[in-house]
Antibody, heavy 123, light 107 residues
């Protein structure tokens, strides 16, 4: 079965750090670009970061640039998001998603999504 | 940065046709993807690359893209189509961009 399973969410204080993981199964993980997308409570979808299939190219939304780092371990079929200097406005459900075509971000659509993991930034 | 504009809400009578628009500068030159999201669930891809339906998505869902507007059309709307819908494109300067989302209500 093709699936993505996120983990690592939780409650963290402002200024703190958290690392999210996304475990992939059922497809050739290294062949596809991956992204993190977040959704604040009651708000719309916001793309956060993307990485190429090889891991050699990364992209970030301006809102997280310099604070978040995306990476992947193709030997473990796992995507990561290291989040530092967290702010209250980073509170959201974080989804990982896989593109349906090609290893370069922007080549395809997000055909596979995880169930999401909640990150709450609060003192 | 590139921006996508969607109406906040669209209403449609049961069995009629709903059209949800997504506006962007010269969006017709880009590939547009559409997602459906129901409360408490992850988004689901319903249209990719302007007008293609993934397997399992009913033929009632269709898409078009030209000029400055892309459109998601839902024919013979059903109660189960009530959801939030998001358009998405890749922009060479901004990377991935989502529209603000449209809440579809089936009356």
């Amino acid at each position: 079965e093709v699936q993505l399973v996120e983990s690592g969410g939780g409650l963290v204080q402002p200024g703190g750090s958290l690392r999210l993981s996304c475990a992939a199964s059922g497809f050739t993980f290294s062949s596809y670009a991956m992204s993190w997308v977040r959704q604040a409570p009651g708000k719309g979808l916001e793309w956060v970061s993307a990485i190429s299939g090889s891991g050699g190219s990364t992209y970030y939304a301006d809102s997280v640039k310099g604070r978040f780092t995306i990476s992947r371990d193709n030997s473990k079929n796992t995507l990561y998001l290291q989040m530092n200097s967290l702010r209250a406005e980073d509170t959201a459900v974080y989804y990982c998603a896989s593109e349906d075509y090609g290893g370069k971000p922007g080549s395809g659509a997000f055909d596979i999504w995880g169930q999401g993991t909640m990150v709450t930034v609060s003192s | 940065s590139y921006e996508l504009t969607q109406p906040l809400s669209v209403s449609v009578a049961l069995g009629q046709t709903a059209r949800i628009t997504c506006g962007g500068n010269n969006i017709g030159s880009k590939n547009v993807h559409w997602y459906q999201q129901k409360p408490g669930q992850a988004p689901v891809l319903v249209i990719y690359r302007d007008s293609n339906r993934p397997s399992g998505i009913p033929e009632r869902f269709s898409g078009s893209n030209s000029g400055n507007t892309a459109t998601l059309t839902i024919s013979r709307a059903q109660a189960g189509d009530e959801a939030d819908y998001y358009c998405q494109v890749w922009d060479s300067s901004t990377a991935w961009v989502f529209g603000g989302g449209t809440k579809l209500t089936v009356l």
